[in-house]
């Protein structure tokens, strides 16, 4: 990405106090664009957005339960206030369940999952998009993931909620392609991140066994998803619309 390819323009990511969203916030921040980094962990994003002025950047820490529509809101609202616009989104939030065969499943992680995974990027969309559509134009990346284009066992809840932010991204990308705002979609593969490492940690044979099969032969970097994020947003992108980028060594085409 060239230095300064996002100068004068603003980014909100959510979840971006860890992992992947908080790698893309820094590869925001490199490419001159100030950062809205939200996050449930209120403490994390507000040390993120430090960290980041320390480093010369404009950041901005808030805290933001995507699940919780005034949270939403609250966040875009802030982030114009304070930087003046909303250029780009990357909905990033989402969370893991323990794995578990469907017919042994708590309907109580299925809801969290969906709350968090699919709710949490209609609602952040709904509110971003209120304020592109007035200003008219915007880009907005969703996370979805290898379980958005594939069937992995015992993730049930979680590959639904990732194969429905496919959808939710198609579905908005037409009705907004018209009026200068792009809206595409990531599919991560297994990515070195906390979530990762705590997954490693409560199923670690078949976490194992998914990390065998990447045809790269080994986990992608935060970074390396970042990049591919920021592209989507980039004026080189300007004909990407409601595409699904797969960022995954290679695995959904085995
Ligand atoms: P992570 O666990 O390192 O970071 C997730 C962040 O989301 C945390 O800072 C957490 O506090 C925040 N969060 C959780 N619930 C939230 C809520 N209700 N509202 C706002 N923030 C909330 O996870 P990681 O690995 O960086 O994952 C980021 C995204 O990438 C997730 O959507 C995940 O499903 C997706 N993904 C990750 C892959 C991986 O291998 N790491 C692979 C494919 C997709």
């Not at 990308?173 to 705590?198: D, F, H, K, S, W």
């Not at 004026?235 to 960022?247: K, L, N, T």
Request: aromatic residues 6%; hydrophobic residues 45%; glycine residues 10%.
């Amino acid at each position: 990405m060239l230095k300064n390819e996002f100068k004068n323009k603003v980014a909100l990511l959510t979840g971006a106090a860890s992992g992947i969203g908080l790698a893309t916030a820094q590869a925001f921040a490199e490419a001159g664009a100030a950062v809205a980094i939200t996050d449930i962990n209120e403490n994390a994003a507000q040390d993120a957005a430090h960290a980041l002025q320390q480093q010369g950047f404009r950041a901005l820490g808030i805290r933001c339960d995507v699940t919780d529509e005034a949270s939403v809101a609250a966040a875009v609202q802030a982030t114009v206030a304070e930087f003046g616009g909303l250029d780009f989104a990357y909905n990033n939030a989402g969370i893991h369940v323990p794995s578990v065969e469907t017919a042994d499943a708590r309907a109580e992680d299925f809801d969290r999952v969906i709350a968090v995974n699919l709710k949490g990027v209609w609602l952040c969309m709904k509110h971003q998009l209120r304020h592109m559509r007035e200003q008219g134009y915007g880009a907005i990346v969703n996370c979805s993931s290898q379980s958005g284009l594939v069937g992995i066992a015992g993730l049930g809840a979680y590959t639904a909620s990732k194969h429905g932010v496919i959808g939710l991204t198609k579905a908005a990308a037409l009705e907004y392609a018209r009026q200068g705002i792009r809206i595409n979609a990531i599919c991560p593969g297994t990515t070195n991140t906390p979530m990762v490492a705590a997954a490693m940690q409560s199923h670690p044979e078949s976490m194992q066994a998914v990390i065998d099969e990447i045809p790269a032969g080994r986990m992608g970097k935060p970074e390396e998803i970042a990049s591919a994020v920021l592209w989507l947003c980039s004026a080189g992108a300007g004909f990407m619309v409601g595409q699904i980028v797969a960022p995954d060594g290679g695995y959904v085409i085995r």
